[in-house]
């Protein structure tokens, strides 16, 4: 019988933020393929599990999937880990998973913490639709094109950044962003962890020398247009957006009621007393 590859999780900081599961996956697998087995090897050691490791980082992902593959073929179970969060986000993993989709190999993720994903639901942006960037590339051309797609992203934009790169990340981003808000989370689950709020030139300003690991999260474009056009108007105007739309009485108080986040009552009650 075939092994199974497992993808699993490991902590973004805190090494208490790892499941039950994947320390029992851990514990369980015959071999464990990691990004870099010395930082695997330090959350071993934290678990007290004792376990072949081999290397599987980015430079060598594509000429260790065959042995991989093989020893899967073989029998044997294998964890992949990557550094720190979940595999294959931003880290290797999918190379691994495609190449064992395709031999029919069963892929089981183990799920934990992404840092994406932890710093977007204390954002304070939209977490109902967002957009995964990972790192810009630095090729220009492509960079170029990745930062004109931010500044039409109509999701929250999520942007990993490496601290030595932010400064030249945010002036790429002034033209783009406008008044967007943008929020900065940096060390997530750490001592020093920190989320920092504002539009570009605040982040700017905020964010001088700033260490650690940082994400970016960006306000989608049209939400923020809709909602900074909506409240510039007097009840007055919004009403009168909604009915140059053709909508009747009924359903234009709804929707500024709506737009305002009040109860409908109120803004019919305004336009009764008018
Ligand atoms: N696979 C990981 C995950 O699931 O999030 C991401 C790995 S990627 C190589 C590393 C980047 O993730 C960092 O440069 C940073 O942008 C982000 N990151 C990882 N840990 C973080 C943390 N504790 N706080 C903030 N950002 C973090």
Redesign the pocket.
Known sequence: MCGKLYLV?TP??NLEDITLRAINILKEVDLIAAEDTRTTLKLLNHLGIKKQLISNHRHNEEERENFLIEKLKDGQNIAIV??????????PGEIIVKKAIKENLEVIPIPG????I??LIASGLNTKEFSFY??LPLNKKLRKEKLEEIGNEIKTAII???PHKLKDTLEDLKDIVEERQIVL??????IH?EFIRGNIVDIINKSENLK????LFIEGKEKQNKENFLNNMSLEEHYSFYEKQGLIKKEIIKKVAKDRNVNKNEIYQYFIKK
Do not use: V
């Not at 990557?82 to 880290?91: E, F, H, V």
């Not at 913490?113 to 994406?116: K, L, R, T």
């Not at 650690?212 to 994400?215: A, H, K, L, S």
């Open positions: 999780a973004i900081g990557s550094d720190a969060g979940t595999p294959g986000i931003s880290d913490a992404c840092a994406a932890t710093g990972g790192f990993y950044e490496a989370a940096r060390e997530l689950t750490k962890e650690g690991e940082i994400i």
